[in-house]
Structures are given as C-alpha cells and as structure tokens.
C-alpha cells in the first residue's frame, strides 16, 4: 500500500495566525476529522483533524495566540486574540500532536470524513485516538 500525503493550510479569520501541516494516511484509509460533542468542541464547532507534531508548522501569528486550560492542563486552546477562531490546539487525547480545526483550512479536501467523537465520555473514548499523533 502506499502513503497519500495530504499538505494542509488554514489560520484564524482575520489572517494573523496561519499555519501549514502534512496529514500522512495509507491509500485507500478514509481522511476522518471527529466532531466531539465534549462542552468545548460543541459550543464552538470545532472538527478535529489530528497530525504529529512533527508535520505541524506555525507560519506566523504566536503573538497573536492566546491559550486557555481548564481541568487537567494538559490540552492547550490556543485561539487567535484579535478575532477569537481557534484554528488548531495540543488537545488532551494527543498532547504529541496538534489538532487541526479542520473548518479553519484555507481548502477543505473533498474526501474528508466527520466522524463523531464522544468526548462527553472522553475517559472511556480518548485512546481510540492515541494513535492520530504517532509519526509513521
């Protein structure tokens, strides 16, 4: 089988902050963003598409971001100060990656899956996305 390697790019809406990644997937794999119905990803209708680490590159607009924690700490929110979109974060279930807000993508690709994600019972459903932030 072989690798479909998918460039993304995306930002906030008033443009300060922009971003690049790489999403890796096996041909023939579907491309699946989850929709999580956790009290934050519902109230502001965050997609998730989760890549390493390693394929995410903030472009510009750090200056620009401001990060919000609640509860563990370990998921970082960052959102944009000047126009408040949360375009990605280090989410919780993949502290080794970032979670690409895939409606915050300059092109949504065509084949792009959303699943839905139970985060109201996140406890019991976080490690079916572990594997989301592993580089291949």
């Known amino acids: 089988m072989s690798e479909v390697i998918l460039p993304l790019q995306g930002g906030c809406h008033c443009d300060a902050v922009r971003f690049h990644a790489i999403h890796r997937r ?10 999580c119905n ?14 390493p680490a390693a394929n995410f590159q903030l472009e510009r607009g750090e200056e ?5 924690t609640f ?8 959102f944009c100060r000047h126009c408040g979109v949360k375009p990605f974060y280090i989410p919780r279930s993949n ?30 459903n976080a490690a079916g ?8």
Not at 64 to 68: E, G, Q, S
Request: charged share 20%; proline share 5%.
């Open 26 to 35: 096996q041909d023939g794999e579907p491309l699946v963003a989850h929709a």
């Open 38 to 51: 956790c009290s934050m990803c519902e109230k502001v209708g965050y997609l998730h598409l989760i890549v």
């Open 64 to 68: 620009a971001l401001t990060c919000y």
């Open 71 to 78: 509860n563990t700490g370990v998921a970082k929110h960052y």
């Open 95 to 124: 502290p080794d990656g970032y979670s690409l807000n895939a409606r915050c993508l300059d092109i949504v690709p065509q084949e792009l899956e959303v699943e839905p994600f139970d985060g109201q019972n996140w406890e019991q």
């Open 129 to 136: 996305l572990a594997h989301l932030s592993q580089a291949e």
